[in-house]
């Protein structure tokens, strides 16, 4: 079956930066987007980031540009989030997803069919 296992997270201070990783298995890795979403308490999951089947083109949440970078090793069926400069408001559960959006739909959660368990990233201030 398909698994996506999160990786990476942990209590940080703010300015800290921390990279995510992603392992899939079970699925055609390279066939599929993959997207980093979060969750924060009492909040709906938001899009963050994602990447399409070759890594050529990467798409963001704009509170997230210049920040994080999203990238995929197809050779090691994994994507990672290199995130930089954290603040207090990137503290959440950050997840992983992998699916067959269009590049209009990347940040549509709806879109993607498998997703991780996810990983806790707490940023303190």
């Known amino acids: 079956q398909v698994q996506l296992v999160e990786s990476g997270g942990g209590l940080v201070q703010a300015g800290d930066s921390l990279r995510l990783s992603c392992a899939a298995s079970g699925l055609t890795f390279g066939a599929y987007y993959m997207g980093w979403f979060r969750q924060a308490p009492g909040k709906e999951r938001e899009f963050v980031a994602a990447?399409?089947?070759?890594?050529?083109?990467?798409y963001y949440a704009d509170s997230m540009k210049g920040r994080f970078t999203i990238s995929r090793d197809n050779t090691k069926n994994t994507v990672y989030v290199q995130m930089n400069s954290l603040k207090p408001e990137d503290t959440a559960e950050y997840y992983c997803a992998a699916g067959q959006p269009d590049a209009a739909g990347t940040a549509i959660p709806d879109n993607y069919s498998y997703w991780g368990q996810g990983t806790q990233v707490t940023v303190s201030s």
């Open positions: 990447i399409n089947r070759s890594g050529r083109n990467t």
